[in-house]
């Protein structure tokens, strides 16, 4: 295991989250396998009152700032993008409408993986298990954590290629431990989970393996990593619940602008 917990147990949390009847959230400290610790935030959704959404920003905005103007309660960063100008990578559609921006190399695109989303559907799954062209939102991300509810991400066989292909990347994603994001689907419930990270003795992050077995533990059958590192954002009740850090030990002035989101929002009538 990556992650030893001090205190209680993912699973009983998760046990808490699905039976809870509105959105419930978890802060707790966790103590990794080297003796290390890191803030780790989970907030849980139940997937019968839940319609969540893509927002495209044509110009970066702050996660936090962007649902507090709109008075958006939930949210969290969504997939990666380029600078100069920014632009998504990666697959992104909207409205069964593709989006211009940037694809992954053609060797990893159908390997990696994508949130898609239907007014009556949410899964995630390989980009080339997914329709090529769908309906509704379609989010792509990655690599994939978990899946049949085993952690399947192996940084050795770099089966998607994130280590081979960082170069459209600032560095290697998939190395060390950093503030990172992720999103899953449990039994009834989708979790969002972050963790701060690159605070010397106080917050050390997460490893991608150690993402991993957290969005397992947490009940996750399937999950996936969203964009991270100083891009690293959740808010809950309109608040921003991680802190940001761009650089180790060097606080962000405020969230960072990112390129796309994952709205939270309930459905009509709930």
Not at 17 to 36: F, H, K, M, P, T
Not at 186 to 198: A, F, Q
Not at 202 to 214: I, W
Request: charged residues 25%; glycine residues 10%.
């Amino acid at each position: 295991m990556a992650l030893t917990i001090p205190s209680r147990d993912w699973r009983n949390l998760a046990g808490r989250l699905c039976l809870d009847a509105a959105v419930a959230y978890s802060l707790r400290r966790d103590q990794l396998s080297d003796g290390e610790e890191t803030t780790v935030y989970v907030v849980g959704h139940p997937l019968a009152d839940l319609r969540p959404r893509v927002c495209l920003f044509r110009q970066p905005r702050r996660l936090d700032w962007y649902c507090a103007k709109n008075r958006i309660d939930e949210a969290v960063v969504g997939g990666f993008y380029r600078r100069d100008p920014f632009r998504p990578l990666g697959d992104l559609w909207l409205d069964g409408r593709p989006i211009d921006g940037e694809p992954f190399p053609e060797q990893n695109r159908h390997l990696r993986p994508a949130l898609h989303m239907t007014d009556g559907e949410l899964r995630i799954a390989p980009r080339g298990e997914l329709p090529e062209e769908p309906e509704g939102d379609l989010l792509q991300a990655g690599p994939l954590l978990v899946r049949d509810g085993d952690v399947v991400f192996d940084p050795d066989a770099d089966s998607e290629g994130f280590s081979a292909g960082c170069e459209q990347f600032d560095s290697d994603i998939t190395e060390g431990r950093h503030p990172r994001a992720a999103v899953g689907i449990g039994d009834s419930t989708l979790y969002v989970l972050v963790c701060d990270g690159r605070r010397s003795r106080v917050d050390a992050g997460l490893t991608m393996t150690e993402l991993a077995h957290a969005m397992r533990d947490v009940g996750c059958h399937v999950a996936m990593n969203l964009d991270g590192g100083g891009s690293t954002t959740l808010v809950h009740c309109r608040h921003l619940l991680n802190r940001p850090y761009s650089e180790q030990d060097q606080a962000a002035p405020a969230s960072r602008p990112i390129v796309t989101a994952l709205l939270l929002e309930a459905r009509a009538g709930v």
